[in-house]
């Protein structure tokens, strides 16, 4: 079938690819490779790969181009599936004999209430959909594709059985490929790496069992299956001779120190490229390996701390210690590796005790950049089913951000309300970056370099105009 792989407009400057942890409006702009959408659209010859938010395109101009395919596939996600249903509404009346079928976690969960709610939907490809989703473009009978929900002829919602998760994944085709012919890599940005920048994966799932992560709980799961080294470096070659604009490439891997001798092994081939590399990480890598990385081209390690508290640690089962992360994170400073550290306020146990502790420990490990989110209880996650046990979630008002695309804070306690865990994000940034050591070390580094004094200065507008769009809600 001649097939569209859409990642449909939605909120203004809302990132909901997938490679985005949380589908949301940030703090500053940015926008992830639309990954798990190119991947299927690699296997699929003579397809199309729209992503709409970071190009800027509007509904009308896809769906004046409804009628040059057969089958259109659209990533959703929970705070853009309304969204994402209006857009195939849109198509199908437009061509009324378009196929449409939806992949994501959201409908991995709960494909029979996501085509209950829709009744424009064909089908949803379940859990790891690339092989469902190819099956359905070649003109497979969907009675026979494993991995697939979908409407018979008597509009009757059928769901076959599971797919076998994929082992090995160097069956996979490169997803640059798709990048080069359906993406301008200059769209694509994220605040705390080199731009233009590539991000892909080396591997699939997560070995850790963070009750809050999504993707290893819904799609990628908790065996990190990994491709091998050379298809690996093959991919970075092809990169480097169609993408020479590259300043930095990104493995977008839940965890990819997850395997420490073959994230030594990659390391060691890029460093003979010359190539800077930056990577997710869990705040454990021994600082033998951190040197082997480093010496081979490491810049930034990605890394969730989530919070400064050791029980909440525990209570999320993140299978780490503070007193661990602080020592990596002291061998990063050492060994010149910068750390963009991420963290979350309001899951299970957060206290404004706890809240205040977080924030002295991030000021105290001091990463080079932070994230600060909000617990977000995504259906079929752990703290979604735990959330709605202990009722902490209002199930009938679980919304996941808010009219513009902002995170809101779904969860309260009978001690810490909605209110308090919605304000302490904005309290974190401003404690964690208005102070006189890091006010000189961005002055440092703007002086340093003229075009980080403009990104710097550009993220700061953005910053602004956030935290009054968050107090206005």
């Known amino acids: 079938m001649r097939t569209l792989f859409l990642q449909a407009p939605t909120f203004d400057g809302f990132d909901g690819g997938a490679g985005s942890r949380y589908q949301a409006k940030r703090e500053i702009k940015s926008f992830w490779y639309p990954t798990w959408l190119a991947q299927p659209a ?22 004046a181009q409804a009628n040059d395919f057969d089958l259109v596939v659209l990533h959703t996600s929970v705070p853009s599936f309304k969204s994402d249903v209006k857009t195939i509404e849109a198509l199908k009346a437009a061509n009324p004999k ?38 359905v473009a070649d003109g497979v009978d969907m009675s026979q594709i494993k991995g697939l929900s979908y409407r018979n002829a008597d509009g009757v919602v059928v ?58 709980q819904t799609v990628g799961g908790h065996t990190y299956r990994t491709r091998s080294v050379a298809h690996v470096i093959e991919e970075i070659k092809y990169c480097l001779k169609e993408f020479p604009q590259t300043k930095e490439f990104f493995f977008d891997d839940d965890t990819f120190t997850d395997n420490l001798p ?116 995504y259906p079929g996650t752990s703290l979604y089913k735990q959330a709605v046990e202990n009722g902490w979630l209002d199930v009938e008002n679980a919304e996941l951000v808010d009219e513009n695309g902002v995170q809101v804070a779904p969860l309260h306690y009978p001690h810490l309300s ?40 550009r993220e700061g507008v953005e910053f602004y105009r956030f935290l009054k769009e968050r107090q206005a809600a």
Request: charged letters at 25%; proline letters at 5%; glycine letters at 6%.
């Open 159 to 216: 769901h076959n059985e599971d797919r076998e998760i994929m082992t090995d994944m160097d069956q996979l085709p490169f997803v640059t490929s798709v990048y080069k012919r359906d993406l301008q890599m200059e769209k694509y940005f994220i605040g705390y790496l080199k731009h233009p920048y590539i991000s892909f994966y080396s591997g699939r799932g997560c070995k850790s069992r963070c009750t809050f992560c999504l993707w290893p």
């Open 418 to 457: 909605h209110t308090e865990i919605f304000n302490s994000v904005e309290d974190f940034y401003r404690k964690f970056y208005f102070r006189a050591p890091k006010i000189a070390s961005i002055v440092s580094e703007m002086v340093r370099s003229p075009d980080m004094m403009k990104r710097r200065l």
């Open 262 to 377: 073959r994230a030594e092994e990659i390391a060691r081939e890029l460093g003979k490229l010359g190539v800077t590399w930056s990577c997710n990480a869990k705040a454990n890598v021994p600082r033998e390996t951190l040197k082997v990385l480093k010496d081979n081209g490491l810049r930034l390690l990605l890394v969730g701390y989530e919070s400064g508290n050791q029980q909440i640690l525990h209570n999320i089962k993140k299978g780490m210690r503070v007193e661990v992360a602080e020592k990596f994170t002291k061998d990063c400073h050492d060994l010149g590796i910068a750390i963009h550290g991420t963290f979350i306020l309001g899951l299970p146990g957060e206290s404004k005790e706890t809240i205040r502790e977080t924030i002295e420990f991030a000021k105290r490990i001091n990463p080079h950049t932070i994230q600060v989110s909000l617990a977000a209880p």
């Open 42 to 63: 690699a296997l699929v010859p003579n397809s199309k790969l729209i992503d709409a938010p970071p190009h800027n395109i509007k509904l009308p101009e896809i769906v």
């Open 98 to 135: 378009l196929k449409a079928g939806l992949i994501g976690a959201k409908v991995a969960v709960d494909a029979a209430g996501a085509m209950a709610q829709a009744p424009c939907i064909d089908f949803c490809a379940r859990n790891e959909f690339d092989f469902t989703v190819k099956e």
